[in-house]
T-cell receptor
Framework: DTGVSQDPRHKITKRGQNVTFRCDPISEHNRLYWYRQTLGQGPEFLTY????????KSRLLSDRFSAERPKGSFSTLEIQRTEQGDSAMYLCASSPTLAGELFFGEGSRLTVL | DAKTTQPPSMDCAEGRAANLPCNHSTISGNEYVYWYRQIHSQGPQYIIHGLKNNETNEMASLIITEDRKSSTLILPHATLRDTAVYYCIVRVGAAGGGNKLTFGTGTQLKVEL
């Protein structure tokens, strides 16, 4: 399967711990997106990259959140000092072009106790 | 991007056509209508998109009214596997600064025997 891959699929952590999620986009897709989804809501945009450049960040992305895409391939999303409100599904998507459809991964579900 | 209004839920009998409406009365001339769906515990999946002409692909048909203020997604022969949340999204085209999508809460379609 050459779709968008996310790891881990599930993460349970205690409040105050740091967590990191990884996203491997479809090969040669130069755009990569991170979204967050809470129960009963649609996905909310967090940030996106074109190659290694982070071009836009949502106001939802507080100082505790950081995303990187160091070589324009895979990306990581780190959450520092997690809070219970961070519990959500974190979705990654990639796209080959500026106007192309987004291909989503299956998400990483975070539970903060 | 223009806001959209969708019914929160709909039911459909298996084998029948499912017609999912979407209102986007404030749509601008350069904004496209996109449809994605999200099956439980999976990432969103692209279905179809259009600007002003009706569109059809292997998954669905998209009917856009002449004034472009509303649209209907048609699944011609719904199956149980079509049970999902369907999102109608309006966004600018390629010249509008990226293909970031803004999701609402969508329509929960339940296909029943």
């Amino acid at each position: 399967d050459t779709g968008v891959s996310q790891d881990p699929r599930h993460k349970i952590t205690k409040r105050g711990q740091n967590v990191t999620f990884r996203c491997d986009p479809i090969s040669e897709h130069n755009r990569l997106y991170w979204y967050r989804q809470t129960l009963g809501q649609g996905p909310e945009f967090l940030t996106y990259f074109q190659n290694e450049a982070q071009l836009e960040k949502s106001r939802l992305l507080s100082d505790r959140f950081s995303a990187e895409r160091p070589k324009g391939s895979f990306s990581t999303l780190e959450i520092q000092r997690t809070e219970q409100g961070d519990s959500a599904m974190y979705l990654c998507a990639s796209s080959p072009t500026l106007a192309g459809e987004l291909f989503f991964g299956e998400g990483s579900r975070l539970t903060v106790l | 991007d223009a806001k959209t209004t969708q019914p929160p839920s709909m039911d459909c009998a298996e084998g029948r056509a499912a017609n999912l409406p979407c209102n986007h009365s404030t749509i601008s001339g350069n904004e496209y209508v996109y449809w994605y769906r999200q099956i439980h515990s999976q990432g969103p999946q692209y279905i179809i998109h259009g600007l002003k002409n009706n569109e059809t692909n292997e998954m669905a048909s998209l009917i856009i009214t002449e004034d472009r203020k509303s649209s209907t997604l048609i699944l011609p022969h719904a199956t149980l596997r079509d049970t999902a949340v369907y999102y109608c999204i309006v966004r600018v085209g390629a010249a509008g600064g990226g293909n970031k999508l803004t999701f609402g809460t969508g329509t929960q379609l339940k296909v029943e025997l």
